[in-house]
Nanobody, 124 residues
Framework: QVQLVESGGGLVQAGGSLRLSCAASGRTFSISNMGWFRQAPGKEREFVSAINWSGGRTYYSDSVKGRGTISRDNAKNTVYLQINSLKPEDTAVYYC?????????????????WGQGTQVTVSS
């Protein structure tokens, strides 16, 4: 089992920045990739970003490409997501996820473990 705990959400003004953290514990050696997804009210959960746990290859959705940076600290078993130039449409609950298999990192169905989520609200 892998446990994930997110932190770093909050209320931010448009144009500001936020850094989310996700600390993993448990069988972290089994993690292949970690990702961030978000879900806004009334909308489906959508992919935001992902990172390969060992090699560091990164993936971004078009909505955050150029504004977001995902990184990892393997020593701390923590992955980070920084988003700059925040927009009101970035408002959502952000979820950290981990997977133990390889394949399409953009599909939420491929992730085995999920955090509880952290709320990000961007005011205009």
């Amino acid at each position: 089992q892998v446990q994930l705990v997110e932190s770093g959400g909050g209320l931010v003004q448009a144009g500001g920045s936020l850094r989310l953290s996700c600390a993993a514990s448990g069988r972290t050696f089994s993690i292949s990739n970690m990702g961030w997804f978000r879900q806004a009210p009334g909308k489906e959960r959508e992919f935001v970003s992902a990172i390969n746990w060992s090699g560091g290859r990164t993936y971004y959705s078009d909505s955050v490409k150029g504004r977001g940076t995902i990184s990892r600290d393997n020593a701390k078993n923590t992955v980070y997501l920084q988003i700059n130039s925040l927009k009101p449409e970035d408002t959502a609950v952000y979820y950290c996820a981990a997977r133990t298999s390889y394949g399409n990192n953009l599909d939420a169905r491929n992730y085995n473990y999920w955090g509880q989520g952290t709320q990000v609200t961007v005011s205009s």
